[in-house]
């Protein structure tokens, strides 16, 4: 069974300044690898995946991942966070059973970005 | 696009009692998915309906929990009697296919319970 670690529970960090929040997972086949976010008093909102190609991914508001394969991590960078990135940042991971075949998503413990002004 | 909807919000029981929970689904979803996520920990898959179909339901304590999706829409999950453990944010997802293919998986707002 496939699990995922989220090496930091909390990571404080000043407006503006660069951040790197570290996925690791375990699996012995091939996955599919995603981060979500959860603002305050919202649902889990989908940031960013990767399924294949390129290693690098890239969200809409300027994060990005990159899958590493062979250190089985999918670490997630932004070079200059906002007041608004202020969130709970979820990594996880399904099993690439393809097509229409039945996978289940395993969650990391989460990581709280609070960025300060 | 109208998101996952879920209801109630807030919900205050004491142990013993029994409590219900209602998710209304993306328009056209298939698959529809419980969790379970208790403070401090990431959200864990209770239970997946494709159509009205149980896919897995390995990680549900069926001893007290139970689902239903009738006519493949709506989904309720049921939890009779509570325990203090219960309390959590129970949050339905939904996408349009089985997640194996790397669908994306829509989340509601979450419903949390407190068990007194």
């Known amino acids: 069974a496939q699990s995922v670690t989220q090496l930091d529970s909390q990571v404080p960090v000043f407006e503006e300044a660069p951040v790197e929040l570290r996925c690791n997972y375990s699996s012995s086949v091939s996955v599919y690898l995603f981060w979500y976010v959860q603002y305050p008093n919202q649902g889990l909102q989908l940031l960013l995946k990767?399924?294949?190609?390129?290693?690098l991914v890239e969200s809409i508001n300027g994060f990005e991942a990159e899958f590493n394969k062979s250190q089985t991590s999918f670490h997630l960078r932004k070079p200059s966070v906002h007041i608004s990135d202020t969130a709970e940042y979820f990594c996880a991971v399904i099993v690439n059973a393809g097509g229409t075949s039945y996978g289940k998503l395993t969650f990391g413990q989460g990581t709280i970005l609070t960025v300060h002004p | 696009e109208a998101g996952v909807a879920q209801s109630p919000r807030y919900k205050i029981i004491e142990k013993r009692q029994s409590v219900a929970f209602w998710c209304n689904p993306i328009?056209?979803?298939?698959?529809l998915y419980w969790y379970q996520q208790i403070l401090g920990q990431g959200p864990k898959l209770l239970i997946q309906?494709?159509?009205?179909?149980?896919?897995?339901d390995s990680q549900l304590p069926k001893d007290r929990f139970s689902a239903e999706r009738l006519k493949g829409v709506d989904s309720t999950l049921k939890i009779q009697p509570a325990k203090l453990e219960d309390s959590a944010v129970y949050l339905c997802a939904s996408s349009t296919n089985l997640a194996g293919g790397g669908e994306t998986q829509y989340f509601g707002p979450g419903t949390r319970l407190l068990v007194l």
């Open positions: 328009s056209g979803h298939a698959t």
């Open positions: 990767y399924l294949s190609g390129s290693t």
């Open positions: 309906f494709q159509n009205n179909g149980v896919v897995d």
